[in-house]
């Protein structure tokens, strides 16, 4: 058995582990934006004039395309996962009112199932319970996809669930 001396505290006490991906990542877009921002503003009026045109075209043609995609696409409810979201519900009841979160649970009319919390900040600390963070686990391993993110000085947390076959 290993015991912790003093200097193997030290040791420990040294171990750091640093990885700036986001701060990179935001450095790398800045650069971007205002290399962009730098080809426009030398660009002349009518040539931005263009370049905004041809933007907005791509973008009307983006949303016409997916809108016919979506025009001829027809989904039919799986039941078992319509239940499944159900219980899902209820864990997400459980957990928004154990960590004082505002919960909002619907379907849309793609059938997808949305499980949103709205709070200013999430602690699971030694007081938590198991079962609370199971129930925190099990929405995020079984949603189809999961979105965390800070807006307007709260922290949301999405949960998005296929209904359909």
Excluded: P
């Amino acid at each position: 058995m290993n015991m912790l001396t003093g200097k193997n505290i030290k040791e420990v006490r040294a171990m750091e582990i640093r990885r700036n991906y986001f701060t990179e990542e935001q450095r790398a877009l800045k650069l971007q934006e205002e290399e962009a921002k730098e080809e426009y503003a030398a660009m002349a009026e009518g040539e931005q004039a263009e370049a905004e045109r041809l933007m907005k075209q791509r973008w009307e043609a983006i949303c016409a395309q997916f809108a016919e995609e979506h025009k001829h696409t027809r989904r039919i409810v799986d039941k078992q996962k319509l239940e499944f979201f159900k219980e899902m519900c209820e864990y997400a009841s459980s957990w928004a009112e154990a960590v004082t979160a505002d919960l909002y649970a619907c379907v849309t009319e793609q059938l997808c199932g949305q499980i949103k919390f709205v709070t200013d900040m999430i602690i699971l600390d030694g007081e938590t319970s198991i079962k609370l963070r199971v129930y925190l686990i099990k929405l995020i391993q079984t949603a189809d996809e999961v979105s965390f993110y800070n807006t307007d000085n709260v922290y949301v947390m999405d949960f998005y669930y296929k209904l359909y076959k």
